[in-house]
């Protein structure tokens, strides 16, 4: 539902930081926004899948205490791919390209997505700040990392 408003944000980010708008486009938005159920649609069958991998270790005696930690880190993980994905989807990259990127910056997904996680104990305030903080700080980030226009599949 704040898709919308966070693709915004990150758009809106990424045009103050570079100086240049960019331009609306009805079939733009279509594509993108089949490609952002399709991505988030995939993310929640593998993060579903490892919860229930964790739900089953955590029968393990010793690893069974570790389990919340990991399933926190698997949440952050996802919450960092999703803030991270707006500004991919922005240069056009492909489902591919932003699962292998993500891949090779697991670090900064999961540090993003830990402080998204950490501003949701903040009651109230922090369940508006913090998937704005995190969208901007993802763009913020990659736009340092000088993105690379993507292709399509």
């Not at 899948?49 to 393990?60: E, K, P, S």
């Not at 292998?100 to 109230?124: C, D, E, Q, S, T």
């Not at 508006?128 to 763009?139: G, H, M």
């Amino acid at each position: 539902m704040g898709s919308p408003l966070f693709a915004y944000l990150s758009e809106k980010t990424e045009s103050i930081m570079q100086g240049k708008d960019f331009p609306f486009s009805a079939s733009q938005l279509l594509k993108d926004l089949v490609r952002g159920i399709r991505l988030s649609l995939r993310n929640l069958v593998y993060q579903t899948a490892l919860m229930l991998i964790l739900a089953i270790l955590a029968f393990v005696p010793i690893l069974g205490w570790l389990t919340p930690l990991i399933a926190m880190l698997i949440e952050c993980y996802y919450f960092g791919f999703s803030m991270m994905d707006y500004s991919f989807e922005r240069h056009r990259w492909s489902m591919r390209q932003s699962i292998a990127y993500i891949r090779h910056h697991k670090g900064m997904a999961m540090g993003n997505g830990i402080v998204f996680y950490l501003f949701l104990f903040i009651p109230v305030l922090g369940w508006l700040l913090a998937p704005c903080y995190a969208v901007i700080a993802a763009t913020i980030h990659l736009q340092q990392q000088r993105l690379p226009m993507g292709t399509e599949d």
